[in-house]
């Protein structure tokens, strides 16, 4: 079977990855299972920036084709911060808690629709020996919550309100998280790209 690299060291993002591509036809690795080291850095201005970046190097690295992420929350009333800048809002060691804090204390005293926030998640699929990228994106519309709730997710997800559910997105069962999340829609077009280039390794002559 041929292996896919995910391309992320975040152990929440990886075991959703193994959750949403099950099937797919690829046996799916994990850096640390090829013994690699990949770098932190999003130094893009972008949520597509960062997910070629990350896809490249370690296409590059591992010699696999690499499924990478850049995902964020933007919120209205702060402009559409964090966005891109999301893993490193109050810098890089900054604890969820502490970024919580400070989205509340932004918004507070402003109506609710400021409170108006969504979900992006773009992937990008890298080929070794190649700098074509494809692309798959998926987003969530909700609202930012007056606390944190929920223990399941990581990340945001505790103040990101689904009115729909009446739930945060750390209070839904993680079956059904799957199927409305961000990442979950931007897989649903990424299948499309990993069956296409499984088909192309199954033509490949082999030596």
């Known amino acids: 079977m041929s292996r896919l690299l995910l391309a992320t ?6 075991a959703e990855y ?14 640390a299972d090829l013994g690699l ?19 490249l190097e370690g296409a590059r690295a591992s010699g696999l084709v690499t499924l990478a992420d850049d995902s964020g929350l933007e919120i209205e009333g702060l402009g559409g911060e964090p966005g891109p800048l999301s893993a ?25 629709h400021k409170r108006r926030a969504r979900f ?5 699929v890298a ?9 798959a994106r998926g987003e969530v519309e909700g609202l930012i919550a007056e606390s944190p709730r929920g223990e399941g997710g990581f990340g945001y997800d505790p103040i990101f309100w689904l009115p ?22 931007a897989v649903a077009p990424a299948r499309q790209v990993l ?3 499984l088909y192309e390794h199954g033509r490949r002559p082999h030596p």
Not at 38 to 44: A, C, F, K, V, Y
Not at 90 to 105: D, W
Not at 164 to 185: D, G, V, Y
Request: glycine share 6%; hydrophobic share 35%; proline share 7%.
């Open 9 to 14: 060291n975040n152990p929440g993002k990886l």
């Open 18 to 31: 193994r959750t949403l591509l099950a099937g797919c036809g690829w046996e799916l690795v994990a850096p």
């Open 37 to 55: 080291s990949l770098p932190e850095d999003e130094p893009g201005d972008t949520y597509e920036d960062n997910a070629r970046i990350k896809a």
């Open 88 to 112: 490193r809002f109050l810098g890089r060691e900054a604890s969820y808690q502490e970024r919580f804090e400070e989205i509340f204390r932004r918004l507070q005293g402003l109506p609710w």
């Open 120 to 124: 992006v998640c773009v992937i990008a």
């Open 127 to 135: 080929k070794p020996g190649s700098d074509e990228v494809s692309f």
């Open 164 to 185: 729909q559910h009446s739930a945060t997105m750390a209070e839904l069962p993680e079956h059904q998280k799957n199927i409305i999340s961000h990442r979950a829609r």
């Open 195 to 197: 069956k296409e280039l």
